[in-house]
């Protein structure tokens, strides 16, 4: 049996066990053994990291050759427009190329969503909205990149889920160990 951890990441945590000078590390929340991020979350990015014992499911999870789908929401600087939205759909040109086409679409903000520590900058007279977007690869800092290319850049960025798995009702902090067949 394999260890799958579904674990809420909390925004300004890194994605590594060892300590660092600057964020909270892995190891303040989590102290089972021999367990290994499958993928990444910037600091600065909230929600689903998936850990494992299992070399070989690490690598399923992780390796963008596998297309694994990962569903985010993000909070965006002004109200999202259809236009927008349709481009994300399309794909988008980024600096290290375009884009595959993304599911996209406007929502409402999650319901049960966490307060963020620091919160999210508030301006009386700019509006913000919240678009749910699902890729499929993972290029460095994507998500953001992509809104901040269609004119709309992120302030809140959430991971929801990860092929079959999603944060559920995890909290910041909280986690839930899977046991899988191997």
């Given at each position: 049996m394999s260890k799958l951890i579904?674990?809420?990441?909390?925004?300004?945590v890194i994605c590594q066990f060892s300590p660092h000078e600057k964020h909270q590390s892995l190891?303040?929340?989590?102290?089972?053994?021999?367990?290994?991020?499958?993928?990444?979350?910037?600091?600065?990015?909230?929600?689903?990291?998936?850990?494992?014992?299992?070399?070989?499911?690490?690598?399923?999870?992780?390796?963008?050759?596998?297309?694994?789908?990962k569903t985010y929401?993000?909070?965006v600087d002004k109200e999202i427009t259809d236009e927008a939205i349709d481009k994300l759909k399309k794909g988008v040109l980024l600096k290290d190329g375009k884009t595959k086409p993304?599911?996209?679409?406007i929502i409402?903000?999650?319901?049960?969503l966490w307060p963020r520590d620091p919160p999210v900058r508030f301006r009386k007279h700019i509006p913000t909205s919240w678009l749910e977007l699902s890729i499929s690869e993972g290029k460095n800092r994507q998500v953001r990149r992509?809104?901040?290319?269609?004119?709309?850049?992120?302030?809140?960025?959430?991971r929801y889920q990860i092929g079959e798995w999603t944060i559920?009702?995890?909290?910041?902090g909280e986690m839930d160990v899977l046991s899988l067949k191997s």
């Open positions: 579904l674990f809420n990441k909390p925004f300004g190891a303040e929340y989590i102290s089972i053994k021999d367990i290994y991020p499958a993928g990444r979350l910037d600091h600065d990015s909230e929600g689903l990291l998936l850990l494992t014992d299992d070399g070989k499911l690490q690598h399923k999870i992780s390796d963008p050759k596998n297309k694994m789908e929401w993000a909070q993304a599911q996209a679409r409402a903000e999650p319901e049960n992509m809104t901040a290319a269609v004119g709309f850049p992120t302030l809140r960025l959430i559920g009702g995890l909290q910041p």
